[in-house]
C-alpha cells in the first residue's frame, strides 16, 4: 500500500494522485468525495441546483458519494433530505448523475435509513421512529427531545426494511448511479441493530454478535443480488459512539463485519474514524486506544488507499 511519505502530497507522484482500480472502476486518483448531508432536496425530490454542486465537485475518474438518501417514506430524520424510493425521486436524480458522468466522474448514491434518529413530524401519518429497541436517543449534554421515543420493529416487519433497501439500490441503478454504498455507520437504523448499546432485542436479530449483525448482513447479501457485488459498497463505524450507538466490543464488532462481509465480494468497506462525535460532546469515544491498534488494518479496507 501507498504511504504519503513517498512524496509530498500534490507532487508529481504524490499517492494521493495515483491512479487505482475500485473493482471495475479505473480510478485516476484516490480522493474521494464523501457524502455530505445537504438538506436542500425539497419535498425529498433532489432539486435542478444539485446538478451544479456535483458536476462541480467532478473530476475524470474520480469518485463522488452522493448525500445519504432515504430508502422509504420511513427512513427520513432530517429536513428536505433526498430519497429514491419514488419515481419521481428517480427522474429527478437522472440529470444530476448525468452531469456528474459528463465529466468522467464514478457516482455511488449512499442509500439510507436513519432508523430511531427521527421525529414523528417526518414519518408517515406520524408514526413513531422505528429501530432495534424502544429506548430513546439519551445525549451526553445535549438536549435530545427532538427525537420521538421509537418502536421496536417486530420480528416479521424486517424483511420489508430488506426489501426498502434492495428496491432502493435497484433505482439507483435505474436512476444512472455506477453503484450505491450502504450506510450502516453514524448511529442510525443498521448501526442501530449493529451495536449492543441500542439492541435489545431478544430475537434473531439481537443478543449475539452473529444476530446483531444478521440485518446488515441481509441486506448486502439483497442489495448484491439485485445490482451485483461489484456495485456494491459499505459504510461502517464500529468505535464511535454517534446518537447513542455505541458498542461494548467495538473491535470485535468491526473484524466480524469485515471478515463476514468477505464472502459477498462487494467492491469495497468503508470505515470511520471514531472520533466523530455529536455536535456538543466533549468527551473522547469510549476505547479510542485501542483505535491505534487496529486502524492501520482497517485503512487496508476502505476505499481511500
Not at 439483497?222 to 446518537?243: C, T
Not at 455505541?246 to 463485519?257: A, F, V
Request: include cysteine; charged fraction near 20%.
Amino acid at each position: 500500500m501507498a504511504t504519503t511519505n513517498q512524496a509530498q502530497v500534490g507532487g508529481p507522484t504524490s499517492p494521493l494522485l495515483a491512479p487505482y482500480k475500485l473493482g471495475n472502476f479505473n480510478l485516476s486518483h484516490r480522493i474521494v468525495l464523501a457524502p455530505l448531508t445537504r438538506q436542500r432536496s425539497y419535498n425529498n425530490v433532489p432539486q435542478p441546483h444539485a446538478i451544479l454542486y456535483y458536476s462541480q465537485r467532478t473530476s475524470n475518474g474520480g469518485l463522488l458519494i452522493a448525500e445519504a438518501t432515504g430508502v422509504s417514506d420511513t427512513a427520513q430524520g432530517y429536513p428536505n433530505t433526498p430519497g429514491i424510493w419514488t419515481m419521481e425521486q428517480v427522474e429527478a436524480w437522472k440529470p444530476i448523475v448525468d452531469a456528474v458522468h459528463a465529466k468522467g466522474g464514478v457516482f455511488f448514491c449512499q442509500i439510507w435509513h436513519v432508523g430511531r434518529v427521527s421525529n414523528s413530524s417526518y414519518q408517515p401519518n406520524g408514526q413513531a421512529p422505528i429501530t432495534s429497541t424502544d429506548k430513546p436517543i439519551r445525549l451526553n449534554g445535549i438536549d435530545a427531545s427532538e427525537f420521538t421515543p421509537p418502536r421496536r420493529l417486530r420480528t416479521d416487519e424486517i424483511p420489508q426494511i430488506v426489501n426498502d433497501f434492495r428496491l432502493a439500490a435497484r433505482n439507483s441503478i435505474e436512476a444512472g448511479f455506477d453503484g450505491v454504498e450502504i450506510h450502516g455507520a453514524h448511529g442510525y437504523l443498521l448501526d442501530q441493530f449493529l451495536k449492543d448499546h441500542v439492541n435489545d432485542r431478544t430475537d434473531q436479530y439481537g443478543g449475539s454478535l452473529e444476530n446483531r449483525c444478521r440485518l446488515p448482513l441481509e441486506v448486502v447479501e439483497a442489495v448484491a443480488n439485485e445490482i451485483g457485488a461489484d456495485k456494491v459498497g459499505i459504510r461502517l463505524s464500529p468505535f464511535a459512539d454517534y446518537m447513542d450507538s455505541g458498542d461494548s466490543n467495538p473491535k470485535e464488532l468491526g473484524l466480524y463485519m469485515a471478515n463476514a462481509l468477505n464472502k459477498y465480494g462487494i467492491v469495497y468497506c468503508h470505515m470511520v474514524e471514531p472520533r466523530m462525535k455529536t455536535m456538543g460532546e466533549k468527551d473522547e469515544t469510549h476505547q479510542s486506544s485501542s483505535h491505534e491498534k487496529v486502524f492501520p488494518w482497517y485503512l487496508h479496507c476502505c476505499w481511500w488507499l
